[in-house]
């Protein structure tokens, strides 16, 4: 069988797309998962027309499950044939894709802004796009006796809030579509937060924390 | 998507206008012709309806903090214009804050404009004091990154700028900035740029304005940043229709290129000018010079004119829009010379090509080139004397490129040089001296 004609890259160029939005559709379910995987992954003329086309259904404004339920039912002659009748609309915003292609811009130049503060509210802004990235089928509850998070922001403890601003924290703001957030059980009533992807050494030392209150929970029974 | 829905259902829209007038109406069978088209476009209106709720906006104010604006008290005098604008948000709209010097840092995450975020930021923004040097490639994109971690979908988007000084870390090539602020514009968030004092450069911020499809202010006393702040503020929220364009269909005879300052895009039989933003009520007037190939005498060619814009509010609003045909018709020379003119027409085209002239000699002032400026504005002022004949306005665009001749062939002072450039960037976009659109009588 002959080897798909198009490389990330390409696919992504000709799509005007970003290599990075192509894989969040891959891992939205948008697109099919191409078939090895590493820079030698290869992408079809189907990837490419189904792209396309949830570029365009993305310019109706219709939400990523909706398209993604129409793009189910399409094959790709359907497909080529829907691109083929249709004209551009005016260009409109894709919320992740914008975010995703900020993000990749910033990574190209080196701009890394710094956070200034550590939210002190968690109600204003950081809940809402932090229950985003959590898994729909697993939502924060607020009975959680502890929740340990490796990144900003903590939420406000309860009891006064300090009064002097935190030190600037190295860390950017949890306001990803990128990230996730994995539930580390410790006990089965405390869990720890994790943001994936972390980096290794940030990976050794969660390992360490579990494996330490693990421990002091063994030793508290 | 339920929101647009909700949206189109609340508020009503009434009088869009579009009208087109072509300077002259023959062309020249046995040559090439050049003509001149005005297009005005008018948005609609607004219907008076108290309950009625407008789109919600989401605006990142980028704030230059790099030495220089340490001078004059600029930098808390900045800082107090993004408190007040925020001010006038309700808790619907968002907004963030980044303060750029060769560091940048997020003051204020995307957050919605309550009460209590509203003093977050205050707090906040006390804190942040002048240093260092000029990153604005990365400043703009730090605020970018908010306003689209908090994208609304059906309401305005958008950065806006403030500068004092030149850009020297980063991405500094207008042209390459021009780009990456027409491509965050494409995924739906607009840039408007804010130029302070005498030291920043005007073409930059100028072109990432028109790229971006915002609004360029020059502000040259720090006493009217307030004013431009909160003024650019106020029109984001009434906006009625994003991202205008007027569309033309035209025969391959034709070919149509804008010369007032609006991006143009062409393909196969049509071309597209897009305006940006249009608030309630607002009138634009945008000049298109219109080229045509030789033909038979008696044959007519025509372009249609239609406008719409990204929240359909030109269609929906009422008395309906029609689409709008303008034709030419082929004939001898000796008619051509002697048709009619529309001189509203030429007036405004003549009022365009002097302030081009002027923004051209306020360049090669700064360069030294003092006669060559001079030239530039007599080559325009010879062109509009030889169709002026006795009209009292074209006359009076004659004498003031004469009058104002010595003032641009001798050294300016850099403070005169952004006023006249500024001055002539607002004549050019339809908008007023204080840098406000212009808006339906």
Known sequence: MPEDPYSLAELARLADVTPRTVRYYVAQGLLASPGAAGSATRYSEGHLARLRLIRRLQREHLPLAEIRSRLERLGDDEIGALLGSETDGHPAPAPAETLAFVR???????????VQAIRETQASYGAPLLRRTMSSSEPMTPTMPVSVMSASPMPAPPGPAPSAPAPTPPI?????????????????????????????????????????ARELFEDAD | MTTDNQHAGRIELVDPGLTIRPDRRLIRAHGRSERFLLVDVVAPTVAPDPSRRRAPVNLGFVVDRSGSMGG??????????VLEAVHRLDPEDRFSVVAYDDAIDVIVETAPATPQDRRRASDQLAAVDARGSTNLHGGWLAGCEQVAAGLVADGVNRVLLLTDGLANVGITDEQELGRLVGQLRDRGITTSTFGLGTDFDERLLQT???????????????????????SEVGETLEVVAREVVIELTLPDAIRVEALSPFRVEKRAGMVRVFLGDMVS?????????VTFDYGEVGRELGIGVRVGDRDGAFVRAMPPLDAVTVAWRYADHPDNDVQPRDRDVDRIVARLFAERAKQEAVRLNREGRYEEAGKALDGVRKRVAAYAGSD???????????????VYAAAMPEMARKQAHYASSLLMRSRSGDGRSQRKA
């Open chain 2, 208 to 230: 990432m304005a028109d790229a971006g499809g915002g609004h360029f202010y020059f502000i040259g006393d720090v006493a009217q940043m307030r004013d431009h702040i909160t």
């Open chain 1, 104 to 114: 990749d811009l910033m990574a190209q130049s080196g701009v890394r802004p710094r």
């Open chain 2, 72 to 81: 004059h008290n600029k930098l808390g005098l900045a800082k107090q214009a």
């Open chain 2, 392 to 406: 009292g306005e074209l006359r009076k665009v004659v004498d003031e490129l004469r009058e104002e001749r010595p």
């Open chain 1, 172 to 212: 950017r703001a949890p306001i990803g579509d990128r990230t996730t957030w994995e539930r580390l059980s410790i006990t089965s009533d405390v869990e720890i937060h994790v943001r994936r992807p972390l980096d290794r050494q940030a990976n050794k030392r969660v390992e360490q924390l579990v494996r330490i």
């Open chain 2, 281 to 289: 009520g607002q009138t634009l007037s945008v000049v298109l010079r």
